[in-house]
């Protein structure tokens, strides 16, 4: 299994970033799985953001992102997207994404295949 994050940058106060994750080498099809994001500032913990499932672009939210983040997918490329918006200092961390078999388990942290990360960092 395969989770390649990117898109990550240096990115100022207010402006917005997207990112990719694309999905490859699963044993069963894609739409099985949700995949979603998670992220880790500098002296915190890995923290939930957000998950889409495949099968049927169902989404789950964190409340500390929802309202300034949109998850999506492309299905014909087994790529799932991160929009983050308004961003703040405080939303610098290392960016990974993440599969499971449904959304609820992935937002108690619980992960069956995790991907490399990719670093935002937002300028002020």
């Known amino acids: 299994v395969q989770l390649q994050a990117s898109g990550g940058g240096l990115v100022q106060a207010g402006g917005s970033r997207r990112l990719s994750c694309a999905a490859s080498?699963?044993?069963?099809?894609?739409?099985?799985?949700?995949i979603g994001w998670f992220r880790q500032a500098p002296g915190k913990e890995r923290e939930f953001m957000s998950c889409?499932?495949?099968?049927?672009?169902?989404?789950e939210y964190a409340d500390s992102v929802k309202g300034r983040s949109t998850v999506s997918k492309d299905s014909a490329k087994n790529t799932v997207y991160l929009r983050l918006n308004r961003l703040k200092s405080e939303d610098t961390a290392v960016y990974y994404c993440?599969?499971?078999?449904?959304?609820?388990?992935?937002?108690?942290?619980?992960?069956?295949?995790w991907g490399q990360g990719t670093l935002v960092t937002v300028s002020s």
């Open positions: 080498g699963f044993t069963f099809a894609l739409e099985n799985y949700a």
């Open positions: 889409i499932k495949m099968r049927d672009g169902s989404t």
């Open positions: 993440a599969a499971e078999t449904h959304c609820w388990v992935m937002a108690k942290s619980v992960v069956d295949h």
